[in-house]
């Protein structure tokens, strides 16, 4: 198969470690992943701001981007979720365009779904000997439909520690522009997030967008909260440097 990496805006300039974490991944599964040098942002900042032909211009890069691929990988269930849901409409006075769009949804998967759903793993024999709570976001899990898939890959994962995470449904405060339109209003939320990660007295919390974890984590060090925080795709490939090489096994 030939699978793209979409490497979204946040982890191409700010944690290009995440991408290596899934490359990492991929190929212990024997799957090659390829980088299009060409691809760009999402356009979901300008979509929601309004500026949709900005938006538009996005896709359509995108859209020759990843033209030649069988799948495409990304990091974020929310830019994937853009994606799924928008870009068809982007084009709904273009047929050519349109279609396009709609196989691009169809092949576009985040990280964890790929993984569980498309590959058919949920044990690399990965092993992380920590106390760990999960953080679902919610473009991931309502916009994406990202459900448990992030859940059985980490409990397959030796010597982990999952802990559950209280009102884990409730946003981060993040959203994307929400932050920086309703400053306040998203501290307060992020704030409350943090207090909870703190009761479950976890010491890593792992999540599968970086926007979410970004503004955590943010949070977290700002409090000095002794508490890593990782992408899913990073857990998994430091606990596949600590065991024997994963006989894998389908998911069931």
Do not use: W
């Not at 356009?43 to 691929?69: C, K, M």
């Not at 964890?112 to 920590?130: E, K, M, R």
């Amino acid at each position: 198969m030939k699978v793209a990496l979409f490497v979204t805006c946040l982890v191409d300039q700010f944690y290009p470690n995440v991408a290596e974490a899934m490359i990492a991944v991929c190929n212990q599964l024997g799957v090659y992943v390829d980088f299009p040098e060409a691809q760009t942002c999402c356009g979901q900042p300008a979509f929601n701001s309004g500026y949709v032909e900005a938006a538009r211009s996005s896709a359509l890069t995108l859209l020759s981007a990843f033209a030649d691929y069988d799948y495409v990988i990304s990091p974020s269930g929310s830019c994937t979720g853009m994606i799924h849901h928008y870009f068809a409409k982007l084009f709904d006075d273009d047929i050519v365009r349109r279609e396009l769009a709609q196989d691009l949804a169809c092949k576009t998967y985040e990280f964890s779904q790929f993984i569980v759903n498309v590959l058919g793993v949920t044990d690399l024999h990965a092993a992380f000997p920590y106390r760990v709570t999960y953080h679902p976001s919610c473009h991931g899990s309502r916009l994406l439909g990202i459900r448990d898939e992030p859940l059985r890959l980490l409990e397959k994962v030796r010597g982990i520690e999952l802990v559950e995470l209280e009102h884990q449904e409730d946003c981060c405060g993040f959203g994307g522009t929400f932050a920086v339109k309703m400053a306040d209003i998203s501290a307060a939320m992020v704030s409350e997030k943090v207090e909870h990660v703190e009761a479950t007295g976890a010491q890593v919390l792992v999540g599968t967008d970086m926007g979410c974890l970004m503004n955590i984590g943010g949070r977290l060090q700002r409090e000095r909260k002794p508490v890593r925080v990782l992408h899913l795709a990073q857990l998994l490939a430091e606990g596949l440097l600590q065991s024997s090489p994963p006989k894998l096994e389908v998911a069931r």
